[in-house]
C-alpha cells in the first residue's frame, strides 16, 4: 500500500478562493514533503516539513503536520488559475541511511478564472 | 530551470531497440534517483545512486540498466522493453537526507 494518499483526488475551485489537501501516511518518518507538478512538466518542491516541526508557511502557502495522526495538510490561499497542477506529498522515512521518498497519488487542482 | 537536465524529452521506440536517457546535475548534489511515473498510479522510485554508488534497485526488471560515471550524470539504459514501460520517466537529485529533491521535466517514453 503506498505511504502517502492525498485526498481529495480531484479539487474544483475559482480563483481567490483557498485550497486544501490533506494527506495521511503510515510509518515514521523523517520528513514530509509537497511537490506541485504541472502537465507534461517534472515536479516542483514547494515546502518540507520535519517530523519536530508543526506548521510551515512560505508565501500563500501553508503546510502542517500532525505526527500523531500521521497526516499533513495543504493550504493555498487567495488561489490563482497559474496554481492549477497536480500537487503530490512523499515522506522521507528514518532509518534508511540516504534519502527515499515515497510519493502518494496526488491532488489535481483546478483554478478557474 | 531546476538545475536537473534530461535528455530526450521524448523518445518513441520500438521492443527491440536499445535506447539510453540521460540525466545531468549542475547542483553539486550527491545522490541521483531514476523514478517512473505512469498514469494514476504513484511515482514509483526504481534507482537511487549515492556518491556514484547504487544504493537502492527497486525490484526493477533487467530491460532497465542505469549507470551513473560520476556524481553529475545519470543515465537509464533501455533495451527490449515492454509497452508497458511507456511513461515518464523522471530523474531527481538531492543533498544528504532531510533535503527537497530536484527534478527534470522528464522524459515521456512510448514503446510501439
Known amino acids: 500500500s503506498q505511504q502517502g494518499e492525498e485526498d481529495p483526488q480531484a479539487l474544483s475551485i475559482q480563483e481567490g478562493e483557498n485550497a486544501t489537501m490533506n494527506c495521511s501516511y503510515k510509518t515514521s518518518i523523517n520528513n514530509l514533503q509537497w511537490y506541485r507538478q504541472n502537465s507534461g512538466r517534472g515536479l516542483v518542491h514547494l515546502i518540507l516539513?520535519?517530523?519536530?516541526?508543526r506548521e510551515k508557511h512560505s508565501g500563500r502557502l501553508r503546510v502542517t503536520l500532525d505526527t500523531s495522526k500521521k497526516s499533513s495538510s495543504l493550504l493555498i490561499t487567495a488561489s490563482r488559475a497559474a496554481d492549477t497542477a497536480s500537487y503530490f506529498c512523499a515522506t522521507e522515512s528514518k532509518g534508511t541511511g540516504f534519502q527515499k521518498l515515497v510519493f502518494g497519488t496526488g491532488t489535481r487542482l483546478l483554478v478557474s478564472p | 530551470e531546476t538545475g536537473v537536465t534530461q535528455t530526450p524529452r521524448h523518445l518513441v521506440m520500438g521492443m527491440t531497440n536499445k535506447k539510453s536517457l540521460k540525466c545531468e546535475q549542475h547542483?553539486?548534489?550527491?545522490?541521483m534517483y531514476w523514478y517512473k511515473q505512469s498514469a494514476k498510479k504513484p511515482l514509483e522510485l526504481m534507482f537511487v545512486y549515492s556518491l556514484e554508488e547504487r544504493v537502492e534497485n527497486n525490484s526493477v526488471p533487467s530491460r532497465f540498466s542505469p549507470e551513473c560515471p560520476n556524481s553529475s550524470h545519470l543515465f537509464l539504459h533501455l533495451h527490449t522493453l515492454q509497452p508497458e514501460d511507456s511513461a515518464l520517466y523522471l530523474c531527481?537529485?538531492?543533498?544528504?537526507?532531510?533535503?527537497?529533491?530536484?527534478f527534470g521535466d522528464g522524459t515521456r517514453l512510448s514503446i510501439l
Open positions: 516539513i520535519r517530523s519536530n516541526e
Open positions: 531527481a537529485s538531492s543533498q544528504d537526507s532531510n533535503q527537497p529533491q530536484h
Open positions: 547542483l553539486g548534489h550527491n545522490a
